[in-house]
């Protein structure tokens, strides 16, 4: 995890110093705040703790989330931005709040089941709060058959943001606030690529009703979508 609790407030590993007294912001229990030339800070668990706030995080979703935070932190359209901040049941990495909206920037990088995917879209628009999933290419994964044989996981998260006489689509984190965003086609259509998108500047929050496609059922949602035509 990025985030502990120290006198009361919340602070990022990158920012602590040690010595300190750090407790996990879901469960209470002490953690150590681990800082390395290696691996990324962070605060850690103790091998007996039950709690699974954190837990299995890989290197690279944690380098994911500074990236986002970093590139939203210092946009003057965004008001406010924190990492891992619960809202309600569900913590999103990263949640800003951009022009007024609440927007929770969810970095997936493994395969995630369908039921807690709904779940969390749910969650997030019965709490006002926007959703955009970001997802990350692996280098030793050739991104183009990926994209032609995307898992089900991914095919939920692209059709989800169909709606309005728009079809779905996904993105790819791609550094210092773009994404690329990719759009699924079928036999005769095959794979489209969009130009590169800004996180804050090329996007938009809209409330989409539930609908059934793709062999998937949708709930009412509040998804931040990309505007057509970004010009990067």
Known sequence: MLTAINNEKIVIARDAQKPGFFTCPECGEVVTLRKGRVKIHHFAHRST???GYGKGESELHMDL???VYD???DHQDVEEVAIEVAVGNVRPDVLATIRGCRVAFEIQISALSIDEL???TE???RSGVYVIWLLSVNPKVNT???LRRPESWER???HSYSGGNRSGEIHFWYGNGLVRPFRYGNYDRGLGMARRAHIVDDFFPIRLPSWTGGGFH???RRVWRRRMNTKR
């Open 71 to 73: 590139s939203l932190r």
């Open 49 to 51: 703790t039950s709690c």
């Open 118 to 120: 709904y779940r969390r």
């Open 156 to 158: 939920w998260i692209h």
């Open 218 to 220: 949708y709930p009412e």
């Open 65 to 67: 989330k500074m990236q």
């Open 123 to 125: 969650l997030y628009a």
């Open 144 to 146: 183009w058959y990926r």
